[in-house]
């Protein structure tokens, strides 16, 4: 096969030469906005701007940082969506908060994350009241039957009562369980 002839400037073979490229550079950028989206998606880069912030001390002193399960769970099990298209779309909207931290005076301090708690503890209730706390439900989907010698009797019976609910009516995670990983601000 002569090789030169297919990448001719030609109009038969400049489309061939054009499809091959771009299906290489579409196969390298997509491997590499793979290896972007999941190093960004690490405990230890979400902990390089909020290293000074208490959140990972709340996170292993409460039932999500090791408790009776034994399982400690990562920034993004909770604050990521597991679907690849909800999480390429919440990437993308909190690729905004690298902006914050670079223009954000004290971004990094205790005092910020106290004073601007509520604030954020109101967007992230937000956000799992919109998907149902999805986030919430893929680890501990169907808990109530699938390990009922784990949960109290009145917990067994109040989530019981609301899955019978109408869906428009049910509450979601978060409505009962505020405060499982991070302090919830008080007022």
């Known amino acids: 096969m002569n090789w030169r002839a297919l990448f001719k400037p030609s109009a038969k073979y400049s489309i061939f030469a054009l499809l091959v490229v771009g299906i290489v550079v579409g196969v390298v950028g997509y491997f590499a906005t793979q290896q972007t989206l999941h190093a960004t998606s690490t405990d230890a880069f979400c902990m390089s701007c909020h290293s000074n912030h208490s959140l990972k001390d709340e996170v292993m002193a409460s039932a999500h940082g090791g408790g009776r399960a034994g399982i400690t769970v990562q920034c993004q099990d909770c604050h990521l969506p597991h679907g690849p298209v909800d999480y390429l779309i919440k990437k993308i909207i909190v690729s905004k908060d690298l902006y914050g931290f670079l223009t954000i005076d004290g971004f990094n301090t205790q005092e910020w ?63 009962c369980h505020k405060g499982v990983a991070h302090v919830y601000p008080k007022g």
């Open 113 to 175: 994350l106290d004073e601007n708690r509520k604030e954020q503890a109101d967007l992230a209730l937000k956000y799992f009241r919109a998907n149902d706390s999805a986030n919430c439900q893929h680890c501990h989907t169907r808990i109530y039957e699938n390990q009922p010698e784990t949960m109290k009797k009145m917990a067994k019976r109040m989530h019981a009562n609301n899955f019978k609910k109408e869906a428009d009516k049910r509450k979601t995670c978060v409505d």
